[in-house]
């Protein structure tokens, strides 16, 4: 059995863990919004005024922090005047980027109502690419403002009397490519524009950027970050800038042992990414805090494709990668505020699937759960002794040794909490962890694993990857677990 030793400084706390990290993304496209949440009034299958009411109940479960909406490329083609308003009046248009009509009856009030049965922050994405300033800020006023206006009317009427008081705004999607093709110093031009009447509307807001997606064979998006900053210098329009990041290495349910590992290797390449963004943002903004956003991530499978709405398989290993870059995102809290996995509903890497009125939860639903105690802690300075794998990142120029094992910790109050995965697809892994500054009175834990990584839960099996109970006996201020090979495991350990 291989060993590793992981030493967690509970007097040495670093950057508050935001709880957005926690995020989620839901696009016009594919089942995600129309079956995967929205299944109208009429609907034989258990709705609250339209909404799904199993996937309400598995967000609320969650504490889903925050949703963006509605897109993606689509938000960049999406007019929001053509969904409000009686959704029998509502037009039917072409949704350009993912070949399907929409409906528009899912539109601004009925997302907003979602949120608040889900019990998140709503976060919307304006139209820069095909959208004026005019219509943004239109939007923004129907949202968000108390006086007396021709829009605040038409939101009472459309039964929402007070503003909703959206806080996060983006300013476009992905504008280097599908919101519209600019380059970093017109989309500069573009931001400073939009942004400037949308802060006028509601001075309170924060604004997102559009930032560079993980390209790395792209040397526009190499530059993106860079050189939009350096065009775009008005410090107090930029509240946040996000970047995506999608990863694949063979198929979603059939890879080899050597692809599972070289997606965990693509996690070098990302910290190295996320690094590269906080640098330039510390270089341009040395007064001002840019939050980092990664507001669309998640693993995207070859057999998601525009065709069968961008669904695929969902593994444990998806789940394992989807821990692991939680904790990356919690090393990295002190610049990282947001991130929004892709998507929440059958599409990608999502937490559910639906079959008509049946739903089931994936292996990263159960991570969120497993891992949601991270959410507003304070992340604790930690060091992990790991075996090694070798693996080349994509976009590095070498093989790496990689570690291993990959784990974080927090506090909140008299509990520390530890998240570690261990990836490898045959090995268990004891390992000694040692609590530096305090006693433990107790420990608790769960672990999310199965009989291999290639293991999903469908409609008719979905109970095959689910989390179970792990007994953990502690004295002082350590203890030895062993980690099963392909899993998640979470403590929770009750300061003395």
Known sequence: MSRASIRVWVDLPQATIAANLYGHFAEHLGRCIYEGI???????IPNENGLRLDVLAALKQLRAPVVRWPGGCFADDYHWRDGVGPRDTRPKTMN????QTEPNEFGTDEFLRFCRAVGCDPYLCANVGSGTPQEARAWLEYCNFGGDTTLTALRAANGHPAPY????WG????????GGGFSPEQYAQEFARFSVYLRAVDPVIELVASGAGMDLANPILMRWNHDFCAAMPHAHLIDHLAMHAYFARGKGAEF?????????GDLVTFEREIERADHVLGYFYPH???GLIIDEWGVWHPEATVDNGLEQPNT??????????LNLFHRHARRIVMANIAQTINVLQCLAITEEDRMALTPTYHVYDMMRPHMGARLLTSEVETPTFEAHPVGLHAKQAVPLLNASASIAGKKVFLSVVNPSVDQPIETPIDLRGAGIAAVSGRVLTSASPRDANTI???KTVTPKRVKVEASGGGFTCVLPPCSLTTLTIALA
Do not use: T
């Open 460 to 462: 008719a099996a979905p």
């Open 316 to 325: 444990l290993r998806d789940a394992l990668f989807a821990a692991s870059c």
């Open 165 to 168: 008081g959206v806080r996060h």
């Open 96 to 99: 350009i980027w993912w070949q």
């Open 256 to 264: 080899h042992d050597a692809e599972h590992y070289a997606l965990f």
């Open 38 to 44: 929205w299944v109208g009034p009429a609907s034989r």
């Open 171 to 178: 300013v476009g999607n992905e504008n280097w490519g599908c």
């Open 288 to 290: 001002k805090r840019v």
